[in-house]
């Protein structure tokens, strides 16, 4: 019977676990508005093009690329800081941290599997930020992919009507049904 109480108490825990992990998730993940999606894919590419600097001998490329976007990197890591703050007040710092450090890390693990094929991609975006003078920051790292955390607050233009969700109505129990089985009775 012990055991019953043990496993079910342990069930009980691991559930509620996991739905604070999830909720946790979910308040972390917000909305990210326009400039903070493209914050998130910036941090994204320029991890990228960093470790391209190390793993892939293109400091030279790389030190030009932040020297043609040295004011949009600026302007974008400070909205990727104040995002990550906007988010959690008391973890933000350390979850922008966390987060470049997690795109550094997988930019590393890509080298690491494909070096060739990541150092030719990283070729690749070099040429295309360095080689159009008109570019900006903003339409060089829009195809960036970001952890699917990061949902877009959804757009709402004047004159659209949001969608109403009305939750549904619990219909009233006419019959109540025991519970069957022993349950996690506790021995006396």
């Given amino acids: 019977m012990r055991k019953i109480v043990?496993?079910?108490?342990?069930?009980?825990?691991?559930t509620c676990m996991a739905g604070n992990v999830w909720a946790a998730a979910a308040t972390a993940a917000g909305c990210a508005r326009p400039v903070d999606m493209s914050a998130l894919q910036t941090a994204a590419k320029q991890q990228r093009l960093m470790v391209a600097a190390l793993s892939c001998n293109a400091a030279p490329l790389y030190n030009d690329f932040v020297k043609a976007y040295q004011k949009e990197l600026q302007y974008s890591d400070k909205a990727l800081q104040a995002y990550f703050r906007r988010l959690n007040s008391q973890?933000?710092?350390?979850?922008?941290?966390a987060y470049k450090t997690r795109m550094a890390n997988s930019s590393s693990m890509q080298s690491i599997h494909d070096i060739t094929g990541y150092c030719a991609g990283a070729k690749a975006a070099f040429e295309e930020a360095l080689g159009n003078a008109k570019l900006t920051l903003v339409a060089f790292v829009s195809d960036t992919m970001v952890d699917d955390a990061f949902a877009p607050c959804q757009l709402r233009t004047a004159g659209s009507v949001p969608e109403q969700k009305t939750p549904p109505r619990a219909k009233p129990v006419k019959t109540v049904i025991p519970a069957q089985g022993s349950g996690l009775a506790t021995s006396k």
Avoid: F, I, N, S
């Fill in 6 to 14: 043990k496993t079910g108490a342990a069930a009980l825990m691991l």
């Fill in 91 to 97: 973890t933000g710092t350390a979850d922008y941290h």
